[in-house]
């Protein structure tokens, strides 16, 4: 079964860097995902993109964030400088049609656990 | 705006009980309602979800819920549970057609011992 997956699974970083995360999503989905999860927190929404372009973002998505899709297969979220509340766990997701008008569904990836130092 | 509530943060219990994980939701407009499940080292995988019809969904696991509007639940059931249900549970909504993000609730561990 084709699935989401996500590298590295855990990333450390020093507060101030670049961080880059990646995602592969299932190969004929059209429509990209992030969302995050602080520990002990929700799972939050962070952005969607389709088209090369961001379709939705909330407030957490500032100009430190970016998404980038830089070739047919990766799905990249990128963190200019890194904060300690940047720690959380990263999920990427994908789905072949957008979910409000189709009985498609949001397809997890396993996470990227990025701990901020 | 949307939000949703899993008032129990860990529900232990013992094989072969039956299980109800408890998920309240408010917003304003129609919704679509979600149950997930992340087994440990895992990504969210869908159980099942409410777009529209039949209030009572089945989905994967032997796992069913019941949309209900009147008290905007989405209760998560399983009559009898296995040793390998042992996971975290999320529920999350959308709002029908106009966005696609899902809003999650804070998740239910569910421990269910020997």
């Known amino acids: 079964e084709p699935e989401v997956t996500q590298t590295p699974s855990h990333q450390v970083t020093q507060m101030g860097q670049e961080v880059i995360l990646r995602c592969v999503p299932i190969?004929?989905?059209?429509?990209f995902y992030w969302y995050r999860q602080i520990l002990g927190q929700k799972v939050e929404f962070l952005v969607s993109?389709?088209?090369?372009?961001?379709?939705?973002k909330s407030e957490i998505f500032d100009d430190q964030f970016s998404v980038e899709r830089p070739d047919g297969s990766n799905f990249t979220l990128k963190i200019r400088s890194t904060k300690l509340e940047d720690s959380a766990m990263y999920f990427c997701?994908?789905?072949?049609?957008?979910?409000?008008?189709?009985?498609?569904?949001?397809?997890f990836g396993p996470g990227t656990r990025l701990t901020v130092l | 705006a949307q939000s949703v509530t899993q008032l129990d943060s860990q529900v232990p219990v013992f094989e072969e009980a039956p299980v109800e994980l408890r998920c309240n939701y408010s917003?304003?407009?129609?919704?679509?309602l979600f149950w997930y499940v992340q087994y440990p080292n895992q990504g969210l995988q869908l159980l099942l979800k409410?777009?529209?019809?039949?209030?009572l969904v089945k989905g994967i696991n032997g796992f069913e819920a019941e949309f209900n509007k009147s008290q905007t639940s989405f209760h998560l059931r399983k009559p009898s549970v296995h040793i390998s249900d042992t996971a975290e549970y999320f529920c999350?909504?959308?709002?029908?057609?106009?966005?696609?993000?899902?809003?999650f609730g804070t998740g239910t561990r569910l421990q269910v011992f020997p």
């Open positions: 997701a994908s789905t072949m049609g957008p979910t409000i008008y189709s009985t498609d569904t949001q397809y």
């Open positions: 190969s004929n989905h059209l429509y």
């Open positions: 993109f389709y088209n090369n372009e961001i379709s939705e």
């Open positions: 917003s304003s407009v129609s919704v679509y």
């Open positions: 409410y777009l529209s019809g039949s209030t």
């Open positions: 999350a909504v959308s709002e029908s057609g106009n966005t696609d993000k899902l809003i």
